[in-house]
């Protein structure tokens, strides 16, 4: 069985940073492209970043381009978000996600096979 477990949101100022982990069981991160997406109240789910088989293309959507950087860990089966200078606007509901069809687009949710449950990041001015 596939599972993916995000950890590591919480509530952080302005300026602040973070660092989201999704740890998998059931496949190997190494030979998939994965993502993160974020979701906050009322809008539509958003790719934030993503990165390819054998950690090849990664993807950074413009808001979070020079603040974000995604990296996998392949002992331990994990893929990592690491976000400096949190903006209010990056409140939201961050989404681990994984593909194992090889045919995922970047920043398109629906092209993804497994999802986490997710985990709040929350910035306050």
């Known amino acids: 069985e596939v599972q993916l477990v995000e950890s590591g949101g919480g509530a952080v100022q302005a300026g602040g940073s973070l660092t989201l982990s999704c740890a998998a069981s059931?496949?190997?991160?190494?030979?998939?492209?994965v993502a993160w997406f974020r979701q906050a109240p009322g809008k539509e789910r958003e790719g934030v970043s993503s990165?390819?088989?054998?950690?090849?293309?990664?993807y950074y959507a413009d808001s979070v381009k020079g603040r974000f950087t995604i990296s996998k860990a392949h002992a331990k089966n994990t893929v990592y978000l690491r976000m400096n200078s949190l903006k209010p606007d990056d409140t939201a509901v961050y989404y681990c996600?994984?593909?194992?069809?090889?045919?995922?687009?970047?920043?398109?949710?629906?092209?993804?096979?497994?999802w986490g449950q997710g985990t709040q990041v929350t910035v306050s001015s």
């Open positions: 996600a994984a593909d194992i069809n090889g045919d995922y687009i970047p920043w398109v949710a629906a092209t993804y096979d497994y």
């Open positions: 059931g496949f190997t991160f190494g030979d998939n492209g």
């Open positions: 990165i390819g088989p054998s950690d090849g293309y990664r």
